[in-house]
């Protein structure tokens, strides 16, 4: 149940500003906005995760639905080229796989935030605010 007042949400939605924003964006003024501070793009870690937090060795990716084969109606592969998309959609799972394992194996904490995810930023904030603190 979201305890916030309309006038809340629609600060939050405000602030995040959901249009024109990459979804990555989104997440880091998010955080920003809830008082975290972060890393980017951390190198030297598997995958070069796109949010990190050192101290606390949790790592964020933020993925688009239709790269990363999200379970949700953006995450469908087109119907024309299957064979070719299904390869390279493959490989992409694949690859996302081996480097929240390789994250994992270093004692990493992982949260894969999806783009459709981002639409509802009272929803995510909470997400967020339970990886992090976790
Ligand atoms: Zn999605």
């Known amino acids: 149940v979201d305890a ?8 939050i939605m405000q ?3 959901t249009n ?6 989104i997440v880091r003024k998010l955080l920003f906005r809830m008082g975290y501070r ?3 793009h951390r190198r030297g870690l598997p995958g070069t995760p796109d949010i990190v937090f050192p ?6 990716f933020v993925h688009g639905c239709f790269w990363h084969s999200h379970a949700c109606p953006k995450g469908r592969p087109p ?3 299957l064979d070719y998309w299904e390869t390279k959609l493959l490989a992409n799972r694949l690859r996302d796989g081996k480097k929240q394992a390789d994250l994992a194996a270093l004692g990493w904490a992982v949260l894969v935030v999806w783009q ?6 009272v929803r995510l904030e909470a997400t967020l605010r339970q ?3 976790k």
């Open 4 to 11: 916030r007042s309309p006038e809340q949400r629609r600060r």
């Open 116 to 121: 459709c995810e981002t639409r509802d930023p």
């Open 38 to 40: 972060y890393r980017l």
């Open 131 to 133: 990886f992090v603190d």
């Open 79 to 81: 119907k024309s080229r």
């Open 55 to 60: 101290g606390r060795k949790k790592a964020i």
């Open 20 to 25: 024109n924003t990459s979804p990555e964006l």
């Open 15 to 17: 602030a995040v500003g």
